[in-house]
T-cell receptor, first 111, second 116 residues
Framework: QKEVEQNSGPLSVPEGAIASLNCTYSDRGSQSFFWYRQYSGKSPELIMFIYSNGDKEDGRFTAQLNKASQYVSLLIRDSQPSDSATYLCAVSGGGTYKYIFGTGTRLKVLA | KAGVTQTPRYLIKTRGQQVTLSCSPISGHRSVSWYQQTPGQGLQFLFEYFSETQRNKGNFPGRFSGRQFSNSRSEMNVSTLELGDSALYLC???????????????FGAGTRLSVL
């Protein structure tokens, strides 16, 4: 079982729709969760972090964390073609305190 | 404030050679992590340095090594290059260890290494 799992996609959504990206993790001791966006040929860019159960909103982005079920999700409201990228989930604060990344979900927003 | 600076941006080497990559973290950041990114494997953790000490190490062979200097700049070295070492090497800096792993990592633009 991979430590951090994401569906590789591509996830295709029409412009203006809500994109929902999911991530599960195996280390129950994990405490910190991050979402990075990576455009093709570029480096990852942090868009959200969440530490507590529940929802955290920032503009069009909402991160949701459920530690009991060991999943974290990212919702993108009013998706735009410029949101088309790979979204990486990262988990930290477990036994080794390393960042563990998922392989990413490729999102395509169709104009 | 300048971001994370990685040099060089591109490298072409041949099998058997060695290579050194450099990373200058954001001013005030004392932790540097290195990752290898390939299309099939995603982001793989190489190692992390804090205050010139290696804190964590990923599952890579001993050909991959690194170090950190007193000014927090870091270098990683790959010896006896293999074709499979072709990848994007990313450096990320953060303030340093924090309880619960809450240190936020910021990435440099990366060094793209091609091994022929």
């Amino acid at each position: 079982q991979k430590e951090v799992e994401q569906n590789s996609g591509p996830l295709s959504v029409p412009e203006g729709a809500i994109a929902s990206l999911n991530c599960t993790y195996s280390d129950r001791g994990s405490q910190s969760f991050f979402w990075y966006r990576q455009y093709s040929g570029k480096s990852p860019e942090l868009i959200m972090f969440i530490y507590s159960n529940g929802d955290k909103e920032d503009g069009r982005f909402t991160a949701q964390l459920n530690k009991a079920s060991q999943y974290v999700s990212l919702l993108i409201r009013d998706s735009q073609p410029s949101d088309s990228a790979t979204y990486l989930c990262a988990v930290s604060g477990g036994g080794t305190y390393k960042y563990i990344f998922g392989t990413g979900t490729r999102l395509k927003v169709l104009a | 404030k300048a971001g994370v600076t990685q040099t060089p941006r591109y490298l072409i080497k041949t099998r058997g050679q060695q290579v050194t990559l450099s990373c200058s973290p954001i001013s005030g950041h004392r932790s540097v992590s290195w990752y290898q990114q390939t299309p099939g494997q995603g982001l793989q953790f190489l190692f992390e340095y804090f205050s010139e000490t290696q804190r964590n190490k990923g599952n890579f062979p001993g050909r991959f090594s690194g170090r950190q200097f007193s000014n927090s700049r870091s270098e990683m070295n790959v010896s006896t290059l293999e074709l499979g070492d072709s990848a994007l090497y990313l450096c990320a800096s953060s303030l340093g260890p924090s309880p619960g792993g809450k240190n936020i990592q910021y990435f440099g633009a990366g060094t793209r290494l091609s091994v022929l």
